[in-house]
């Protein structure tokens, strides 16, 4: 939230100017860069608009709540009013979205999405945009978790006429989601005072609201089962949605027509391409249109297949390989959803593949050749491995050599880190993926970061983590060698050693050994703390907390990283890999290691010099082990 005061206060603010630069001044400290021009043109216009509707309907003592941040998630909210119900007495909420769109026309395909002169792509209808936010924070905030009629959701098209935009009011339903213009301002005035009292200020609700836990997330594994056959777990969010119903909407055209779409769905750490990936596979799976998953990941598939498909064989064989349809006829499914799709190599074929299928056909083009619908979700920068080239510019080239329509979603909210964006733009600049270097890490409310001395403290931390019921994985750069798997009942080697701390590795088979879980199953199985993951296990998944060994493949010496290929034992950095690849690929290891966790992180390095430059970039002491009984930020 970047500024919260009374409708009163908030409408003098904005008269006086101060309100434009008390929000610019607030957005820079909270993630490090200026605000949009779109963003300041709605400051600057739509906000002083909502606040003179306030007070003309006699609700100054209503609290404005001016951009305020959905738990566990970067998506920010144009406003929340908080007051008292004037029937029942009990604290009340609307979300608002504001727009200055002057019209908006629904997509010919699917009312829930919409077509603005100003963008170039389909976007959300604010009706369905500002009623998934209301969902999300029912969802997410503990204030509403069990008064969900608390809450409702208005998008206020303060410039539109009533022709412009009547085709968008298709998709209303109820008070989650309304609809009003500048044309109906007197209807807007009327619902607002239908929802918050003029009698009582609205400051105690606030409190309320701002102090309602966030609601554990629902991790994307532990729901799987339910996603895959309900689909109701997870709320998405503006572009997330587009991204879902875009997919849908080829899908459909593609019956219709039996034409070829493809669709790619780009987007960082957390932004729920995985998600979306999930829902549609459910959705697709219930209206009996024929559509697989794939991931080039052994651990994300066999998880998959595992958790969503564990009473069901016919739904773990919606779980597949991207090298799994070398001799699959063309157009034989009607979609396949490509998850991680930064993984696709060069060539599906390996030294295990018969020579009668070593074709030296790409895999791209197999993916593509293979549905009626392909559809990528994909992460340039999460690239570990030599050889994997999932990028957008392939994959738009290869639709293009077949003469195959492309779309491209961009998605931006993420929800890795807690929702943290400054966190993970520390991350990208600590480790040189963005320029300008690195800068001190501020706390945000959002994800906490710690440095250590020692792994022994790292381990108790998370130990003391998981004792409040936070689940916790220890994982490190590939700078140690992997023993071969012991026997049943033979202990785990202990790899990882650092002076006179040491530990296993995470299993690579498929079976448990002496209670580790199998490799595919580290980071979901709570029997995997003990273990170090390494990236190939960690990639994909998410954790409370997250403890993570820089070991000396990476080191800062005097103002810069160096990597240093000769401590790396990652058998895939051979002779072949050039220099300035592997050093690109420890820089993407960490970055993919150190946004694994949700609720914080906490790191150590091998090399005295890395730790105390660590120390300085988290603006704070390593931590002591702490105890369960001493608070910590909640999420």
């Known amino acids: 939230m970047l500024f919260r005061a009374s409708a009163k206060t908030v409408a003098v603010m904005a008269l006086d100017g101060s309100l434009f630069l008390h929000l610019t001044d607030q957005f820079v400290h ?16 739509s906000i002083p608009v909502l606040a003179a509707a306030l007070n003309d309907a006699g609700l100054g ?17 144009d406003a929340v009013l908080a007051g008292v119900h004037p029937v029942t007495g009990e604290p009340s909420y609307v979300v608002v979205e504001l727009k200055q769109w002057s019209q908006a026309l629904p997509h010919e395909d699917d009312p829930a999405l919409c077509h603005v002169d100003a963008y170039a792509h389909p976007v959300l209808n604010p009706i369905e945009q500002v009623r998934r936010y209301r969902d999300y924070l029912v969802d997410f905030n503990g204030a509403l978790a069990e008064h969900g009629e608390r809450i409702d959701g208005v998008a206020f098209l303060h410039n539109a006429t009533e022709p412009g935009v009547s085709g968008l009011r298709d998709i209303e339903r109820d008070a989650r989601g309304l609809l009003f213009t500048g044309e109906r301002r007197g209807a807007f005035l009327d619902h607002l005072r239908s929802k918050l009292s003029d009698k009582h200020p609205g400051v105690h609700a606030a409190d309320d609201l701002l102090a309602g836990a966030t609601v554990p ?12 056959r309900e689909r109701q777990q997870f709320v998405l969010l503006d572009q997330q949605q587009v991204a879902y119903r875009m ?30 990936a999930l829902q549609l596979l459910g959705e697709l799976y219930r209206r009996g249109v024929t ?36 001799t699959t006829e063309k157009n034989s499914l009607d979609a396949l959803i490509c998850d991680e799709a930064h993984r ?27 549905a009626h619908v392909p559809v990528f979700f994909l992460d340039e920068h999460q690239v570990v491995r030599p050889g994997e080239m999932g990028t957008e510019s392939e994959i738009r080239e290869a639709a293009a050599r077949r003469g195959i329509a492309c779309h491209v979603v961009p998605l931006e909210s993420q929800f890795r880190c807690g929702g943290s964006d400054a966190y993970l733009r520390w991350v990208v600049r600590l480790l040189g993926l963005e320029p300008g270097g690195p800068v001190v890490w501020e706390p945000d409310d959002r994800m906490r970061l710690l440095v250590t001395d020692s792994p022994e403290e790292l381990e108790a931390f998370l130990d003391a983590r998981r004792a409040e019921k936070y689940g916790a994985r220890m994982s490190a750069g590939y700078c140690w060698r992997w023993s071969p798997e012991p026997k049943p009942g033979d202990p785990l080697p202990p ?34 703390f003990g273990q170090i993951g390494c990236v190939y296990t960690a990639q994909g998944f998410e954790y409370d907390w997250s403890g993570v060994i820089i070991g000396p493949d990476l080191v800062w010496r005097g103002d810069r990283w160096i990597t240093d290929r000769t401590a790396s034992k990652d058998p895939v950095f051979k002779k072949s890999v050039s220099d300035t690849d592997v050093d690109r690929l420890i820089r993407n290891t ?9 609720v914080g992180t906490i790191v150590y390095s091998t090399d005295p010099e890395t730790r105390e430059k660590l120390r300085q970039l988290a603006g704070r002491p390593e931590p002591r082990p702490v105890t369960s009984e001493e608070p910590l930020l909640r999420r």
């Open 495 to 528: 790899d990882v050693v650092i002076g006179g701390w040491a530990r296993p590795w995470n299993l690579r088979g498929d079976r448990s050994v002496s209670g580790a879980p199998p490799s595919a199953l580290w980071a979901t199985d709570p029997a995997g």
């Open 590 to 598: 960490y970055k993919v290691l150190l946004t694994r966790g949700m």
């Open 344 to 370: 696709i190599r060069e060539s599906s074929a390996n030294r295990y593949t018969r020579a009668a299928l070593r074709t030296g056909r790409a895999q791209i083009d197999e993916l593509i050749d293979v």
């Open 61 to 77: 003592d209503v609290e404005v709540m001016l951009e305020y941040a959905l738990p566990l998630n970067s998506k920010r909210a």
């Open 291 to 326: 559509a697989v998953h794939a991931t080039g990941s052994q651990s994300f598939t066999k998880t998959m297949r595992k958790v969503a498909g564990s009473r069901k064989r016919e739904v773990q064989d919606l779980f597949k390989y991207f090298n799994s349809f070398m």
């Open 30 to 45: 909270m993630h490090g860069y200026g605000p949009g021009d779109s963003e300041a043109r709605s400051w600057e216009r």
């Open 247 to 276: 997919v849908l909407n080829a899908v459909e055209r593609a019956k219709r027509s039996d034409h070829k779409e493809v669709v790619i769905v780009t987007g960082g750490p957390g932004t729920g391409k995985s998600v979306i």
């Open 217 to 228: 997330s629902k991790q994307l594994m532990s729901v799987a089962a339910q996603e895959v």
